[in-house]
């Protein structure tokens, strides 16, 4: 087994919550999230990167590594992203520390928070968190293995925000879905 599928597994029986899922996302999935993203996009952030699939998706695009950063809270997770991706800044703390830390004018915050196995209020102050840093026009993608976005149409109501469905991404362990969330 490739050492970063067993790192992934062990942190799952460590912290199956946190995690989520016992194998990271797919190449196609990354190459799905990262789609509109290229050398000249501006700012993004990832929100729990694990050991990185989407971040290398997201690099692929051409996307200069200094726009990116990293908000990951497994500290082994952390430690392995800062050594495989010397030239991005790697924060191992919650997403919701965004607010206060990260400028506001980001262009895109991908998501690959297992928001499905997190209560309803704490989706929902991830969700806010990332709009409090995303500029006007920004976007919030975010896979789930649902058939629904993460938030209720109440809780999108309150945030003023709409989802349109992405993209399915059959060649994923499970299969995906992509939402992207935007203001409405
Ligand atoms: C389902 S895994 C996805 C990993 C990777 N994005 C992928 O697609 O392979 C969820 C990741 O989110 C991280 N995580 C969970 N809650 C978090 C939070 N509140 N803030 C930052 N990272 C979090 C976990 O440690 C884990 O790395």
Same mark, same amino acid.
């Given at each position: 087994?490739?050492?970063?599928?067993?790192?992934?597994?062990?942190?799952?029986?460590?912290?199956?919550?946190?995690?989520?899922?016992?194998?990271?996302?797919?190449?196609?999935?990354?190459?799905?999230?990262?789609?509109?993203?290229?050398?000249?996009?501006?700012?993004?952030?990832?929100?729990?990167?694990?050991?990185?699939?989407?971040?290398?998706?997201?690099?692929?695009?051409?996307?200069?590594?200094?726009?990116?950063?990293?908000?990951?809270?497994?500290?082994?997770? !952390?430690?392995?992203?800062?050594?495989?991706?010397?030239?991005?800044?790697?924060?191992? !703390?919650?997403?919701?520390?965004?607010?206060?830390?990260?400028?506001?004018?980001?262009?895109?915050?991908?998501?690959?928070?297992?928001?499905?196995?997190?209560?309803?209020?704490?989706?929902?102050?991830?969700?806010?968190?990332?709009?409090?840093?995303?500029?006007?026009?920004?976007?919030?993608?975010?896979?789930?293995?649902?058939?629904?976005?993460?938030?209720?149409?109440?809780?999108?109501?309150?945030?003023?925000?709409?989802?349109?469905?992405?993209?399915?991404?059959?060649?994923?362990?499970?299969?995906?879905?992509?939402?992207?969330?935007?203001? !409405?």
């Amino acid at each position: 087994m490739p050492k970063e599928t067993a790192l992934f597994l062990r942190q799952f029986v460590t912290n199956p919550l946190q995690v989520a899922s016992v194998v990271p996302s797919s190449r196609w999935l990354a190459r799905a999230m990262a789609q509109g993203l290229g050398p000249n996009s501006g700012r993004v952030v990832e929100f729990g990167p694990g050991t990185g699939v989407l971040t290398s998706g997201i690099l692929e695009t051409g996307l200069p590594p200094e726009n990116l950063s990293l908000y990951e809270m497994s500290p082994s997770f !952390a430690k392995l992203l800062k050594k495989k991706f010397p030239n991005i800044t790697v924060h191992n !703390a919650p997403a919701q520390s965004v607010v206060g830390n990260v400028e506001p004018g980001v262009e895109v915050v991908i998501s690959g928070l297992p928001l499905l196995s997190m209560p309803m209020a704490v989706r929902e102050s991830i969700v806010k968190a990332a709009f409090e840093i995303l500029r006007p026009d920004g976007r919030y993608v975010q896979f789930t293995y649902g058939a629904k976005p993460a938030l209720s149409a109440e809780q999108l109501d309150r945030l003023g925000l709409k989802v349109i469905a992405g993209p399915k991404v059959w060649l994923n362990i499970p299969p995906a879905r992509i939402f992207i969330f935007q203001r !409405a």
